[in-house]
């Protein structure tokens, strides 16, 4: 961390607040495709790797310790930068402190965050960014000891998508890109289900992320073991899909015997858009994919969730998907904005001024929900920290590499003229 940063944080701790305490490294981790240990799913810097060190280990280690000593005391870590940047962006905005609530209402006072003091800020509207607080999991970590509790879990980068915002540690689709940009490209990872290292079968919360979880047959080994278990109706499970893949029939008949089951469908703009961004996508299946989760979550208890990254392509144009998504039936507190932030080529505070301007005018009007139109006006009026010329750069090279011509007429009109 830079001396700037640093004295910002000095200056910050001295209302007397704690600004970096942070519930996750207590209750929480984040294991991704090559073994690598996370405090969260946010890329960072790893704490340990399964290939080293079993998770048990990890989460008691000294490295780990270390961190959640600083966020007690209030001092900076430096991997949750992204968070730090959010809360001073808008405060009360940043993963950190939607998880923080999202703890306090969930785990009885007194049991797992006790000595803390956890800034007690509100999430400015009923409609939150990340939807992260959600009064429904308030049961779920009632009465229990300080221990994991909830993991995200990467069995594998295998996907079949190669999706513009995401690199080949998450997506094997990325492998041929990346060596085409000049870059050293990650293999095929992929973590076995029985992993000496891993046990996660005590675990009642477990997050799928990849890669495409409904293409890993870990996802339907876990199905395969919980199905032979008593604690099958303990288990929380949610899968976050790019939908292109819908579930086996067996899966599905399991999700009717657990606790509570999320599906996360991620798309990220509407018909051909979403084709380009999510590079692989086919829109009639997705658009397919969903009605049929959306039929389901008619039938049983399930939650259905749609997740969008806002980015340089899709901000002048989100109110197309958001509306359509309401139209289908996909409740507006399940529609879920992520800012992207990394790569920084396509951070929408990287546009060009003159663009910028005309989108910030759009923004008065444009039909979203509050919140999430003063986020991107934030992002909007944020300063760049790379030059345009990078971000046409990175647009050009892919559409080259992919033969792909970028929908979107006045972001292509832009970058045309800024070459
Ligand atoms: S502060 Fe942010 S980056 Fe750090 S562990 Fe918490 S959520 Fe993750």
Not at 154 to 180: Q, V
Not at 280 to 298: A, E, H, M
Request: proline letters at 4%.
């Amino acid at each position: 961390m830079d001396r700037k940063k640093e004295r910002q944080y000095i200056l910050q701790k001295k209302d007397g607040k704690n600004h970096t305490f942070c519930i996750l490294p207590w209750i929480h981790t984040a294991v991704n495709p090559n073994g690598d240990v996370h405090l969260c799913c946010r890329k960072s810097e790893p704490v340990g790797n399964i290939n080293d060190e079993t998770l048990e280990e990890i989460y008691n280690s000294d490295r780990l310790n270390e961190i959640r000593t600083k966020m007690v005391n209030g001092d900076p870590v430096k991997w949750c930068e992204k968070c730090y940047y959010e809360d001073r962006l808008i405060e009360n905005n940043s993963i950190r402190q939607r998880v923080n609530k999202w703890a306090k209402e969930s785990i009885k006072k007194g049991n797992v965050i006790q000595p803390f003091s956890v800034d007690d800020n509100t999430i400015p509207t009923e409609k939150v960014f990340y939807n992260n607080v959600d009064n429904d999991w308030v049961k779920i970590f009632e009465d229990q000891e300080v221990k994991l509790k909830w993991i995200d879990i990467y069995y594998s980068n295998i996907c079949n998508f190669a999706c513009r915002g995401c690199y080949s540690l998450l997506s094997t689709k990325w492998y041929d890109d990346e060596k085409k940009l000049g870059m050293e490209p990650h293999g095929f990872h992929s973590i076995r289900f029985d992993h000496p290292s891993l046990k996660i079968y005590d675990i009642d919360y477990i997050r799928y992320l990849g890669g495409e979880p409904f293409l890993m047959k870990q996802t339907e080994e876990y199905i395969d073991y919980l199905l032979k278990t008593e604690d099958i109706d303990k288990k929380i499970l949610y899968y976050i899909t790019n939908g292109s893949v819908f579930p086996k029939k067996k899966i599905v008949n399991a999700w009717k015997r657990i606790k509570k089951l999320v599906i996360m469908f991620s798309v990220d703009d509407y018909g051909k858009y979403n084709d380009y961004f999510r590079h692989g996508s086919d829109w009639k299946i997705l658009r397919k994919n969903l009605l049929k989760y959306i039929d389901l979550s008619k039938k049983f208890d399930m939650e259905l969730r749609v997740s969008t990254v806002i980015n340089i392509y899709n901000v002048g144009r989100l109110d197309v998907l958001y509306n359509w998504l309401i139209e289908v039936g996909i409740k507006e507190s399940n529609i879920m904005f992520n800012m992207l932030h990394q790569p920084r080529e396509l951070c929408i505070k990287n546009l060009p001024i003159d663009y910028k301007k005309i989108l910030i005018e759009r923004y008065k009007y444009i039909d979203l929900p509050y919140t999430v139109k003063t986020i991107i006006l934030k992002h909007l009026k944020d300063k760049s920290n790379i030059p345009f010329n990078d971000v046409v750069s990175f647009t050009n090279k892919l559409d080259d590499i992919r033969e792909q011509t970028n929908p979107v007429k006045e972001l292509r009109n832009i970058m045309v003229k800024t070459t």
